[in-house]
């Protein structure tokens, strides 16, 4: 089954730049999607297809997909932007299709 | 607007059923494909089974497969989820989530509030 590895944490200072990265075997050759997810609420989409963004979501939050590594980068980063992300794909491999989530990054911001 | 509201969560005994349901609105249910998500306390994010939008394909998460049973009624805008042989390890916030339209590839950009089962004696 397809696994997707995520770092457990990752702290960042205001204004300064956080990576979050999703790692999965060949995950380049899928579409990433990135969820925001703060305690008590649920998770709120953040990039689809690798990079586009929802309406009202800051230009801020962008992604690139690669090899084996998908990333999502936060640009001056606020304190707001504390939560889980948690990195989304599709697993088509079987004959049972599913929908597979990354373990989730706590975002801390210093 | 589009809303997802989750409801029939609770404290049930291990061994025991629940049925959850989504109820939808703001958009043609009868369009999309629908999905349950959960969350066990101070955990990640766990997939657990989609139906398609007219209820023909359904697919689980191996981890549930065999306990749980997913069904919508499209007359009524409406998602269900049977959980049978409840475990402690069910315990968890439940969301259901809007997929798709079509069969693969989709994200969730729509999800209810969540609904908390708790599995105790």
């Known amino acids: 089954s397809y696994e997707l590895t995520q770092p457990q944490s990752v702290s960042v200072a205001p204004g300064k730049t956080a990576t979050i990265t999703c790692g999965g075997n060949k995950i380049g050759s899928k579409s990433v999607h990135w969820y925001k997810q703060r305690p008590g609420q649920a998770p709120v989409l953040v990039l689809y297809?690798?990079?586009d963004r929802p309406s009202g979501i800051p230009e801020r939050f962008s992604g690139s997909n690669f090899g084996n590594t998908a990333t999502l980068t936060i640009s001056r980063v606020e304190a707001g932007d504390e939560a889980d992300y948690y990195c989304q794909v599709w697993d088509s491999s079987s004959d049972h299709p599913r929908v597979v989530f990354g373990g989730g990054t706590k975002l801390t911001v210093l | 607007q589009v809303q997802l509201v989750e409801s029939g969560g609770g404290l049930v005994k291990p061994g025991g059923s629940l049925r959850l349901s989504c109820a939808a609105s703001g958009f043609s249910f009868s369009d999309f494909y629908m999905t349950w998500i959960r969350q066990a306390p101070g955990k990640g994010l766990e997939w657990l089974s989609y139906i398609s939008s007219g209820g023909h394909t359904k697919h689980y998460a191996d981890s549930v497969k065999g306990r749980l049973t997913i069904s919508r009624d499209n007359a009524k805008n409406s998602l269900y989820l049977e959980i049978n042989n409840l475990r402690v390890e069910d315990t968890a916030v439940y969301y259901c989530?809007?997929?798709?339209?079509?069969?693969?590839?989709?994200?969730?950009?729509?999800w209810g509030q969540g609904i908390l089962v708790t599995v105790s004696s």
């Open positions: 989530a809007r997929g798709g339209t079509g069969s693969s590839d989709w994200f969730l950009f729509h």
């Open positions: 297809y690798n990079k």
